[in-house]
């Protein structure tokens, strides 16, 4: 009564599989706070200043160098990553603590950055406050490298 149905494998592959090609890939972002380096480290080495911007909250405020004033905005975050953009290294982020309340975290890390070679360019230990973004991954709102600032 019924025809039963065959899988033949070759269509599969001639007629699905080039499809999946076409399928835009989807922008990189932190499911989880704690992620958030992990995607800066991999834009990073793909020299993507854009990508790496998109893991920061446009209100952020960056405390590096941490006697300095604090570079804000994404034009902040653009001018803490652009030096290292031809040196491609890797950001190694160990988080330690990660609270999270609602669409804010709270982060505690040590951190190093390495280049290709294997030389360690620096390292701390870092205090963020991360925030959900529009996209709805996660992102740097208050970042921290060496702890935060003193009073002064």
């Not at 960056?62 to 034009?75: Q, R, S, V």
């Not at 999270?100 to 975290?105: E, L, R, Y």
């Not at 030389?119 to 996660?138: D, M, P, Q, R, Y």
Request: charged share 25%; glycine share 8%.
């Amino acid at each position: 009564m019924f025809a039963r149905r065959v899988f033949d494998a070759s269509l599969f592959a001639t007629d699905f599989l080039p499809r999946l090609n076409e399928v835009p890939m989807t922008k990189r972002i932190a499911h989880q706070p704690r992620e958030i380096a992990e995607c800066v480290s991999a834009f990073l080495q793909e020299g993507d200043l854009a990508g790496i911007t998109s893991m920061f909250h446009p209100d952020c405020r960056i405390y590096f160098p941490p006697d300095e004033p604090p570079l804000t905005g994404l034009a902040g975050a653009q001018t803490a990553f652009e030096d290292f953009l031809d040196i491609r290294p890797e950001i190694r982020s160990e988080v330690f603590s990660e609270i999270v309340c609602g669409d804010v975290a709270l982060l505690r890390a040590n951190w190093s950055v390495v280049s290709p070679d294997g030389t360690i360019l620096a390292e701390g230990k870092s205090t963020e406050v991360a925030k959900k973004l529009e996209n709805g991954g996660w992102g740097y709102l208050i970042d921290c490298p060496n702890g935060p600032p003193s009073l002064a």
